[in-house]
């Protein structure tokens, strides 16, 4: 096969949602044998394109070409008999099947399962060998991690005899050691003739794993490079349409007296399982602590019991005041009064109210303070009113409508009505969580600015997130967190990716102990 | 209690576990497809007027058990239409259509028979009769062995040996072939079945036809066999017993088949309190071992005996997003 035949072709494709125009007029070429990646912000139609390309939506316009032959996906079929397998952001798995059964899912060879049950343990047996996919084909999906759950999907394509691979922001939830293995396995399905189409929004990933990249913006494609002749701030810019800032301005910490010290937090969820098995560390003001670890590790359970919605033991004290950590005064209203305020992780289940208005969300624990109540029956929505038009102004948020409902904004708009409500009433620790998931580039830079400058005022920052450029970029001192414990304490200037990410895969690294910031 | 009153109270259990046992699996289909059906009890009802007025009318069971499949699955169509094409709420459906057969099975029967919204009994070919098993009569001078196959095992109808056969069939679809492995997988995360290439909303309609078919069974059982004929709210609740040893089974067609007989021995306890009494020497009242298999079901939920999980996508209309 010649080297520049082409996997997939795109001609002209555009799909609109409503009133959104989510794809226009995309033209992409992804030459066969290649990786290609697919990168651009959050909303600028990655996702759509490729849903399209799996028949999941269909487009309104344009033509689909797969190995050089016009061809229809109406639906999913269609593009599994193309050739085309899809890994989705969030697996399609069914709990309680084996690795086996999920991966004959809808390709069994008859009506009768010992067969097909037998045929794919010997392929997946061959599937494993050739590409490091090593998966127990009896195991029960709810056993295992997520980086085995990624490899049954990828084994569910190439048992489907994929020959082009799309994956949709597959490393969100890896530790940087399982991306590594994910982009060898990638390495060795190109090596085999396949084409990979990687979805991302991390530079870093398209830099090291792609041979080309295409970037979207706001639906349309803008460019399409081979990867060895850009570079991240170049693909940025075109990403966002303007220069970027990748590195985060901030001058040294000065850290002061303590402000929250923590010793032996353990949380216990609802099925009575220990999720966070004795944490102890401090929080110094004009000191951001970064909390690193992949997804599930007890961090939101940290973030939980520390901002009043979860119950925990151990002794919390918040500048030289024990916290009550069950019972009366343990719930968030009274740690808001008490100067902590939290950027939930999860911002559209606790951050907001996603069909309340933007004042609304923004009045959520302040409609009793004093300064916006009329009379002693009825609040002043009006001061609630314009003191969200001055939030919203001040944190740039757009459109600056306080009457649109949260959910009409963008995620990126939508953190900045969650940490301009947060970071305003001026507290002396800020838990934030996830600050940056789900958020536009342009955004980012803005929110970090925000954390930077909060520190810069004396207030101490508990920063959690699976990010670990972030952690690094932002944090003063980092701390690893694997199994609800906290594996140690390091200075990011003398740490590294490797080490953070042995760390976080539950290997202790190089120096242990408690590590308090000299 | 001696003997041949033991036995006549397993063979009142059989009997009455027949239509639990078919409404249960019925019930079974459905919900592992992640369609729950509250509305058992408004399918048997309309089988059960249908196949009674069929059977009447025309002097044949077998019509008569046709128009109770027909009924039913007109009722699960209906079902299926609210909660799998327009992704309507599945209890409230089921609810509606339970009021709806309450209501319309008396009103049908009123008009065709005029006895206050019963069929008239029906008898010989229009019925299911008893059958005999082979060397019932032989064996029954064995001791002990031979009157329980005699009297407890011999002498049904031919829609309790169905349904008891029914269990492994139910078994054996569900875990030994394409069909079952896509219905439990469409009950668990719809979407796994829908980015497979396999359609979630055939899948849910098949489920929600077998469902049709053999509620049809216990419905037409109720007025062909275990009655002569429909009464206004015959089935006196069994769609709900049977619902119940659905959940008290964990989903499953072999506990299934304990549950229904579990709960099918209380309702021929019910029948015989004088039995009961003499054994425990106190007197039950009867609303109480009809409420039993309410109870044990709520004591399952309560997680007292292991715990129910239910599919994990029942009860959700399954919407495409990524």
């Known amino acids: 096969m010649a080297e520049n035949t082409l996997a997939i072709e795109l001609k002209g494709i555009s799909k609109a949602f409503g009133p959104v125009q989510a794809n226009k007029d995309i033209n992409i070429a992804v030459p066969k044998g290649t990786i290609h990646g697919i990168i651009g912000e959050n909303g600028a139609g990655k996702s759509t394109l490729m849903s399209i390309l799996y028949g999941f939506y269909r487009a309104d316009a344009g033509q689909i070409f797969v190995g050089g032959r016009l061809t229809a996906i109406p639906d999913s079929q269609s593009a599994i008999r193309a050739g085309i397998g899809m890994v989705f952001q969030h697996f399609k798995l069914v709990q309680n099947f084996t690795v086996l059964e999920n991966v004959i899912l809808g390709a069994e060879d008859g009506p009768l399962l010992n067969t097909s049950l037998s045929k794919a343990r010997k392929v997946l047996e061959g599937l494993s060998r050739d590409y490091e996919l090593d998966v127990d084909p009896d195991a029960l999906i709810e056993d295992l991690s997520v980086g085995h759950l990624q490899r049954v999907e990828i084994l569910k394509a190439l048992y489907r005899q994929a020959d082009i691979l799309i994956l949709d922001e597959p490393t969100g939830v890896l530790t940087p050691d399982e991306a590594d293995h994910l982009f060898r396995i990638l390495k060795g399905l190109k090596d085999q003739g396949k084409t990979v189409i990687l979805i991302t929004h991390k530079l870093r990933e398209i830099m090291e794993a792609t041979d080309n990249v295409s970037v979207m913006r706001r639906g349309t494609m803008v460019a399409t490079v081979k990867t060895a002749e850009t570079s991240p701030e170049r693909l940025a810019e075109l990403m966002v349409g303007r220069k970027v800032l990748l590195e985060v301005e901030k001058k040294p910490a000065t850290p002061g007296k303590v402000v929250l010290k923590v010793d032996d937090l353990r949380v216990r969820d609802e099925h009575k399982v220990e999720r966070l098995k004795g944490v102890s560390f401090e929080i110094r003001a004009g000191e951001i602590l970064g909390i690193a670890g992949v997804a599930g590790n007890g961090q939101s359970e940290l973030l939980a019991a520390l901002g009043g919605m979860m119950r925990a033991t151990g002794k919390v004290t918040l500048q030289g005041t024990d916290l009550p950590l069950s019972g009366k005064g343990s719930d968030g209203q009274s740690r808001r009064r008490a100067g902590i305020a939290h950027v939930p992780e999860d911002r559209h289940h606790y951050g907001l109210i996603l069909d309340f208005s933007a004042w609304e969300n923004v009045a959520f624990g302040y409609f009793n303070e004093p300064e916006y109540q009329k009379n002693a029956l009825f609040m002043d929505n009006d001061a609630l009113r314009d003191d969200t038009r001055r939030k919203m102004e001040k944190y740039d948020v757009r459109p600056p409508d306080c009457w649109l409902p949260a959910k009409s904004f963008s995620g990126g708009n939508q953190q900045k009505i969650v940490v301009a ?44 997130s699976v990010e670990l450029d972030e952690i690094m970029s932002m944090s003063d001192r980092i701390a690893v967190m694997f199994d609800g414990r906290l594996m140690g304490f390091r200075d990011p200037e003398e740490t590294d990716e490797r080490e953070l990410g042995m760390m976080m895969a539950g290997m202790a690294g190089k120096r242990s102990g408690q590590g308090e910031a000299a | 209690m001696d003997y041949s009153t033991l036995l006549q109270i397993l063979d009142s259990t059989l009997r009455l576990a027949t239509p639990l046992l078919l409404a249960s699996l019925s019930g079974l289909f459905s919900e592992r497809s992640g369609i729950f059906d509250i509305g058992l009890e408004g399918k048997m009802l309309a089988a059960a007027m249908a196949s009674g007025a069929v059977a009447f009318l025309s002097g044949s069971v077998w019509l008569g058990l046709l128009a109770g499949i027909g009924a039913s699955l007109v009722f699960a169509a209906i079902h299926g239409v609210a909660s799998i094409t327009f992704r309507g709420n599945q209890l409230i459906s089921g609810v509606a259509l339970n009021f709806l057969a309450a209501g319309m099975t008396v009103l049908v029967a009123q008009r065709l028979f005029s006895q206050g919204g019963r069929t008239p009994p029906i008898s010989g070919e229009a019925r299911f009769n008893p059958v005999t098993l082979p060397f019932a009569e032989a064996l029954r001078d064995v001791p002990i062995l031979g009157p329980l196959y005699y009297e407890v095992i011999s002498g049904h109808s031919l829609l309790v040996y169905a349904a008891i056969a029914l269990v492994p069939l139910s078994w054996w679809v569900l875990n030994r072939t394409r069909f079952g492995l896509r219905l439990r997988a469409v009950g668990e995360n719809p979407a796994a079945v829908d980015t497979a290439g396999v359609s979630v909303v055939g899948l849910r309609f098949a489920a929600v036809a077998i469902t049709g078919v053999l509620c049809g069974l216990a419905g037409a059982y109720m007025a062909t066999a275990l009655q002569a004929g429909f009464g206004k709210d015959m089935t006196a609740g069994r769609g709900y017993i049977a619902l119940a040893a659905l959940i008290f089974a964990k989903w499953r067609p072999v506990a299934v088949l304990w549950a229904c007989l579990l709960f099918g021995f209380f309702q021929a306890l019910a029948l015989r309190p004088d039995v009961v009494e003499a054994v425990i020497q106190v007197k039950v009242p009867v609303p109480f071992l009809d409420a039993l298999p309410y109870l044990l079901t709520v004591l399952v939920l309560a997680g007292f005996v292991g715990k129910a999980i239910p599919p994990r996508a029942g009860g959700e209309p399954y919407v495409k997003e990524r």
Do not use: Y
């Not at chain 1, 620790?429 to 005022?457: M, S, Y």
């Open chain 1, 421 to 464: 409500r947060e970071m305003e009433q001026n507290p002396e620790l800020l838990l934030i969580g996830q600050p940056t998931r789900g958020v536009d580039i342009g955004a980012i830079e803005f929110i970090h600015k925000q954390i930077i400058a909060l520190r810069d005022q004396g207030k101490a920052i508990l920063l959690v």
